[in-house]
């Protein structure tokens, strides 16, 4: 049997399920100094369309296959497991900008915001280097709309679409 890498990465659906994803997103300009103590993944991602988005991502030595409906705060999303040489196949046929990111996981607390959540900091390389976005993922739509996050976060692009990182793979900063 192969293995695709996702049994790596908690949170992503089993094979073939799908889950609503349910996320804030924002602009930081100024991250905590401490970021670079957490752990992070290092994450690849293409494009093979942007309406409905179709997403490849090798995230360490994991790649993955993701379809994603439409929506800002919500929406579905379908994760499925990609050999190494698949992505690669695909990798060469995206569209637009191949994006790269280190993301830190970093435990929102008492101290930095709301307890037992986990923010997502993407730091751009490459094409979008100097970019840093935070998410953060909710169970549910209420949570999520009641979420008061912390103040290094900076500005709530969640209902922009403008850091949907499908629209920054079409060069539309």
């Not at 349910?22 to 100094?33: F, G, M």
């Not at 050999?83 to 280190?102: F, M, N, P, R, S």
């Not at 909710?138 to 850091?163: C, H, I, K, Q």
Request: aromatic share 10%; charged share 25%; hydrophobic share 35%.
């Amino acid at each position: 049997m192969i293995k695709s890498g996702m049994e790596k990465l908690p949170g992503l659906a089993e094979k073939g399920k799908n889950i609503m994803e349910i996320e804030r997103k924002y602009k930081v300009e100024s991250p905590p100094p401490n970021y670079r103590d957490y752990p992070f993944r290092e994450i690849e991602q293409a494009y093979l369309c942007t309406n409905p988005v179709v997403r490849i991502r090798r995230q360490d030595d994991a790649f993955i296959l993701t379809y994603k409906s439409s929506g800002l705060l919500a929406r579905e999303e379908y994760n499925l497991p990609l050999t190494q040489d698949a992505y690669g196949h695909l990798l060469a046929k995206a569209d637009g900008i191949v994006l790269t990111k280190k993301r830190y996981l970093i435990p929102l607390t008492e101290d930095n915001g709301p307890s037992g959540l986990t923010a997502e900091l993407d730091v751009f390389t490459g094409v979008y280097e100097g970019l840093i976005l935070a998410e953060v993922e909710f169970p549910t739509e209420e949570a999520a709309l009641s979420f008061v996050p912390p103040e290094w976060f900076g500005r709530d692009v969640t209902f922009s679409g403008e850091y949907q990182n499908s629209r920054l793979s079409q060069g539309k900063l």
